[in-house]
């Protein structure tokens, strides 16, 4: 006999969302289409639907984050088996690394969207949401973290990343591709995560910046953010992990008022590594005091950080959350 699971469907608006008007602008709509999908999987899945958010994802913001994550932890506490939230791309990977890194890895978490608008030709919306719904009612998905599922594949919160402005196929984990796919009505996964600790933080901290380095980079970036109100800083070096030698003056100003910053590398594949002993290579960077973070890109990185501060976490204990090794 097949056991019927609850599903929490938690709709925050994006793409998925909206629909093209009279003049081909996509924009978001009053009610949303997708949220009005009762009867998706009758029979094996019972789902039950909460319209938290109805904002484009570039509008999307860690206090809307936390308030996801609390709302999951009241749906476990309520008995639920398993959550879907549809979210715009745009931002979804750094909603769904929030959650990977604030909830338990106990009901499966999907998050989910689309490239194209309720009304277009090849609309993905519909699709991706009842495939994230199957691997949300999937037992073999449990222990996984939160996952995004896009275009019949499942990849972790954790590595995925959006590649692409409008294909389908956006969503990609570079480096270590996906655990799994989807299946005719079920998960198939080929990899498994090492899971890492979780912050169950209750607040989240503001000024946590994210920098890009390039060619000729001097210090007037830093120094922008030399100030009191700045709580950390990620930034995305050159290569596997290098900053421009003017940059370092300032680099060193601010870790002189002990604000923390994390390097990872702006190339869309590997890791960041303290190689290069000349001036401003990853060696003499860590020894400076930056911390390398390992296999996360920048916003990822970004995210991770203020989690981290908004726990209460400094020093070694920071410096230990940041740079767990890839897994």
Same mark, same amino acid.
């Given at each position: 006999?097949?056991?019927?699971?609850?599903?929490?469907?938690i709709?925050?608006?994006g793409?998925i969302?909206m !629909?093209?008007?009279?003049?081909?602008? /996509? #924009?978001? %709509?009053?009610?949303?289409p997708? +949220?009005?999908?009762? *009867?998706?999987?009758?029979?094996?899945?019972e789902l039950f639907?909460?319209?938290?958010?109805?904002?484009?994802?570039p509008?999307?913001?860690?206090?809307?984050?936390?308030?996801?994550?609390?709302r999951?932890?009241?749906?476990?506490?309520?008995?639920i088996?398993?959550?879907?939230?549809?979210h715009?791309?745009?931002?979804?990977?750094?909603?769904?690394?929030f959650l990977?890194?604030?909830l338990?890895?106990?009901?499966?978490?999907v998050?989910?969207?689309?490239?194209?608008?309720?009304?277009?030709?090849?609309?993905?919306?519909?699709?991706n949401?009842?495939?994230?719904?199957e691997?949300?009612?999937?037992?073999? !998905?449990?222990?996984?973290g939160?996952? /995004? #599922?896009? %275009?019949?594949?499942?990849h972790? +919160?954790?590595?995925? *990343?959006?590649t692409h402005?409008?294909?389908?196929?956006?969503?990609r984990?570079?480096t270590?591709?996906?655990?799994?796919?989807?299946?005719?009505?079920?998960?198939?996964y080929?990899?498994?995560?090492?899971?890492?600790d979780?912050?169950?933080?209750d607040h989240?901290?503001?000024?946590?910046?994210?920098i890009?380095?390039?060619?000729?980079?001097?210090?007037s970036l830093?120094?922008?953010?030399?100030?009191?109100?700045?709580?950390?800083?990620?930034?995305?070096?050159?290569?596997?992990?290098?900053?421009?030698?003017?940059?370092?003056?300032s680099?060193?100003r601010?870790?002189?008022?002990?604000?923390?910053?994390?390097?990872?590398?702006r190339?869309?594949?590997? #890791?960041?590594?303290d190689?290069?002993?000349?001036?401003?290579?990853?060696?003499?960077?860590?020894?400076?005091?930056?911390?390398?973070?390992?296999?996360?890109?920048?916003?990822?990185a970004?995210?991770?950080?203020?989690v981290?501060?908004?726990?209460g976490?400094?020093g070694?204990e920071?410096k230990?959350?940041?740079?767990?090794?890839?897994s």
């Open positions: 006999m097949t056991t019927v699971k609850k599903i929490l469907a709709h925050t608006g793409t969302s !629909s093209q008007n009279d003049q081909g602008e /996509v #924009v978001p %709509n009053a009610q949303n997708i +949220a009005q999908q009762e *009867t998706i999987l009758a029979g094996r899945v639907t909460d319209e938290m958010f109805n904002l484009p994802s509008h999307m913001t860690p206090v809307e984050m936390l308030q996801i994550k609390e999951i932890d009241q749906a476990e506490k309520d008995g088996d398993g959550v879907v939230i549809t715009g791309t745009d931002t979804l990977e750094e909603t769904a690394y990977d890194l604030t338990p890895s106990t009901i499966p978490v998050v989910t969207g689309a490239m194209r608008s309720s009304n277009e030709v090849g609309s993905d919306g519909l699709y949401f009842q495939s994230a719904i691997v949300a009612a999937d037992d073999a !998905s449990r222990g996984n939160v996952m /995004v #599922v896009m %275009n019949d594949e499942i972790t +919160a954790r590595y995925v *990343t959006k402005t409008t294909n389908v196929a956006t969503f984990t570079p270590f591709g996906p655990i799994g796919i989807v299946a005719k009505d079920h998960a198939v080929f990899q498994k995560l090492i899971r890492e979780t912050c169950n933080i989240v901290i503001d000024h946590v910046y994210l890009k380095a390039y060619a000729g980079m001097d210090g830093f120094d922008f953010l030399d100030n009191d109100e700045t709580a950390g800083v990620v930034i995305e070096g050159l290569g596997a992990g290098n900053l421009p030698p003017k940059t370092l003056a680099v060193q601010l870790l002189d008022r002990q604000i923390p910053l994390v390097l990872v590398s190339c869309y594949n590997g #890791v960041a590594e190689i290069y002993d000349y001036e401003g290579g990853g060696i003499e960077l860590r020894k400076m005091g930056l911390m390398l973070c390992q296999g996360l890109n920048g916003q990822k970004r995210i991770k950080l203020l981290g501060l908004s726990a976490l400094q070694a920071l230990q959350f940041l740079s767990t090794a890839v």
